[in-house]
């Protein structure tokens, strides 16, 4: 079947993209291995790095069963901006544009947000009978709305209706709605206005099981000596990744690095990434000897590094975004059988504290964090316990291999492979005009 995938913000299976796939990514890679074609609709716009993939639509053809549709538009140089939104505006407006010329899919799989390009694709997919799968993968608009002070959210939410609209015409129109966890899912049904059938189901975030090559693990561990990191360097280390901006409380960690210097020296923090409080964060750290930037980190710089720590940080602020969610960077180190230290108390706290192989922590409780931390690190058996039921639990609900597996199967078993699907699409390339029929076949 034709499959066309419609994601931003991820890191493409293209030249010069150094990320790791993300969810959108291994599932195109699965999607083609179980021998599907698959289109990937996205944004010219590269959203971690702030730069241009190309300068025009650009169409790019990955292999025999893979292209990527790049959308031109301005891009932005903050996350949390007017641009941002003018961006987001023009892509959808593109998406309408450009899907025309296109062979019509099988199935539409659309991640929300953004919410623009949502709308667009479960329009098109609507008035072509053609089955769409919305992908709830944050809560836009609430998320923006949870930002403003009570007194305010009146008012945000009359700025914010248009987008509200356009989340409950998207999931309203959508064939099935699917997300990381059940109550994503359930945000999706709600803002569709109908109770969940078969087709609704959570497939959490998953990460590949497979280790980098042995050159670029001999490269990574080269990388770390550089920063004097090593499995021999006498040091316990404490990772985070992800971006140093708003989303995390990041203060706090420096703070309880500040505490556990003395106490605690063996302890070091490895915080990898880059954002718009970087500078802030390394003026913050100056006087912690036991806190390293050493900035943006490729996959097997990431993995390497969780295979010489002992704990992974995943500090989220707690807003409603996230509380329900359990994000990429806590799977991961699961993956590397590293326990968890967390400040969300919901879906994924719960999680960790049932399969005892993570912490719950207070938001902006530095003792607290610096506690649990030195408690850890004082036992190695209870610190060694949580790591197996950390691995044991990546084995059992986080490996890509199993996950996107399934995935496939339930939009396979949604788009069906019989002839009445056959005939379904035959009638809607029938009833468009003589013109864009012609140029669709």
């Known amino acids: 079947m034709i499959v066309w995938l419609v994601t931003v913000g991820e890191p493409l299976p293209l030249e010069g993209e150094k990320g790791r796939p993300l969810r959108t990514g291994l599932l195109a890679r699965y999607l083609c291995s179980a021998g599907h ?67 019509p899919p099988d199935i539409v799989v659309v991640s929300m947000p953004t919410l623009e390009l949502a709308d667009a694709a479960c329009d098109y997919a609507q008035r072509r009978a053609i089955p769409a799968v919305v992908d709830i993968r944050d809560l836009w608009p609430d998320v923006f709305i949870d930002a403003f002070p009570g007194p305010l959210k009146r008012g945000a939410h009359l700025l914010l209706s248009p987008y509200r609209r356009m989340a409950r015409r998207s999931c309203s129109r959508a064939t099935a709605v699917i997300g990381p966890t059940l ?185 607290e964090l610096a506690g649990h931390l030195k408690h850890l690190h004082e036992d190695p058996a209870k610190l060694r316990t949580l790591s197996r039921n950390a691995a044991a639990l990546y084995r059992e609900s986080f490996c890509a291999e199993t996950v996107y597996s399934d995935l496939v199967r339930h939009l396979e078993h949604i788009a069906g492979t019989s002839a009445a699907k056959t005939k379904i699409k035959a009638h809607t390339l029938n009833s468009l005009p003589n013109s864009d029929r012609k140029r669709l076949l």
């Not at 097997?300 to 989220?316: D, E, N, V």
């Open 183 to 367: 109550n994503y899912v359930d945000w999706g049904l709600a803002h569709a206005g109908r109770a969940a059938t078969e087709a609704d189901r959570d497939f959490p975030f998953a990460y590949p099981s497979a280790r980098p090559e042995p050159a670029k693990i001999a490269d990574a561990v080269s990388f770390w000596a550089t920063h004097g990191v090593s499995e021999s360097d006498g040091r316990s280390n404490v990772c985070f990744f992800g971006t140093l901006g708003r989303q995390f409380d990041l203060n706090t960690l420096l703070v309880a690095a500040r505490y556990l210097q003395e106490s605690a020296p063996a302890l070091r923090f490895v915080l990898c990434g880059t954002g718009d409080k970087e500078a802030a964060l390394r003026e913050a750290a100056r006087s912690c000897s036991n806190v390293l930037f050493p900035g943006w980190v490729d996959p097997a710089q990431m993995w390497t590094l969780m295979r010489m720590s002992c704990i992974g940080l995943a500090p989220y602020l707690p807003t409603g975004n996230f509380i329900d969610h359990i994000p990429n960077k806590p799977v991961e180190y699961l993956s590397a059988g590293l326990p968890v230290l967390t400040t969300l108390p919901g879906t994924l706290g719960q999680l960790l504290l049932r399969k005892n192989c993570g912490v719950v922590y207070r938001t902006g409780d530095a003792a």
């Open 37 to 103: 074609d698959v289109i990937w609709w996205t944004s010219a716009f590269d959203h971690v790095r702030k730069i241009h993939r190309s300068e025009r639509d650009t169409n790019v053809r990955v292999d025999s069963r893979l292209r990527v549709v790049l959308l031109k538009a301005p891009g932005y140089p903050h996350n949390v901006s007017l641009s941002r939104l003018l961006d987001h505006a023009i892509l959808g407006g593109k998406f309408r544009k450009l899907a025309k010329r296109e062979v």
